[in-house]
């Protein structure tokens, strides 16, 4: 191995360690329950047949201290498409980290869950920031079916503040909201 390649496999190993993504410093979880729409999201293949209308509701299950998930939308049929999943807090201090399943075998299953983590909140809590430490997955949910320009371009300065490609997040087409996809880049211009 010559001394470039060692400290490229150096500078990997440093990166790939460390995180630049940052969650909110606290989260009321009590505030957080209830219904949010999708307004931006990068695309997953788990949500490919989606073609409006996405949701999420959340509640706190008082038995087992889970969030409950319930995660509506609309299929190009005309179809209403659920997935029911838990949360689990992962960072009791700040609730801004969860871990999130939809995978359920006679249990809740969270190895196979994904990161939730809160990186924007608007103090009222009419719109939220959601990513992960890798920033592949990256949303932007509010109380309401649309964002004003104002609060999308706060909520697109907290996914830039946290490496995101805000090109590869996609608007989504809601019923009283915006009716096209188009990269949230282009949106906040």
């Given at each position: 191995m010559n001394i470039i390649n060692l400290i490229f496999s150096s500078l990997i190993g440093l990166t790939a360690g460390s995180s630049a993504v940052k969650t909110v410093e606290s989260v009321d979880i009590n505030k957080?329950?209830?219904?949010?729409?999708?307004i931006a999201a990068i695309p997953q293949s788990f949500q490919k047949k989606c073609v409006k209308n996405t949701s999420a509701n959340y509640s706190i299950e008082k038995s087992?201290?889970?969030?409950?998930?319930?995660?509506?939308?609309t299929e190009a049929d005309?179809?209403?498409?659920?997935?029911?999943?838990?949360?689990?807090?992962?960072d009791t201090k700040s609730?801004?980290?969860?871990k999130v399943t939809f995978v359920k075998l006679g249990g809740w299953i969270f190895s196979f869950g994904g990161d939730y983590w809160i990186l924007g909140l608007e103090k009222n809590y009419q719109w939220v920031v959601v990513g992960?430490?890798?920033?592949n997955y990256g949303w932007i949910?509010?109380?309401?079916?649309?964002?004003?320009l104002a609060d999308l371009k706060l909520a697109h300065a907290d996914l830039k503040s946290n490496g995101y490609d805000t090109c590869k997040l996609l608007t989504s087409i809601q019923d009283g909201g915006l009716q096209k996809r188009t990269p949230l880049c282009e949106v906040v211009k």
């Open positions: 957080y329950q209830g219904q949010w729409f999708e087992t201290g889970y969030v409950a998930v319930l995660n509506v939308c005309g179809n209403i498409k659920k997935a029911d999943g838990r949360a689990r807090i992962e609730n801004a980290k969860l992960d430490p890798s920033t949910l509010a109380r309401k079916p649309s964002m004003t």
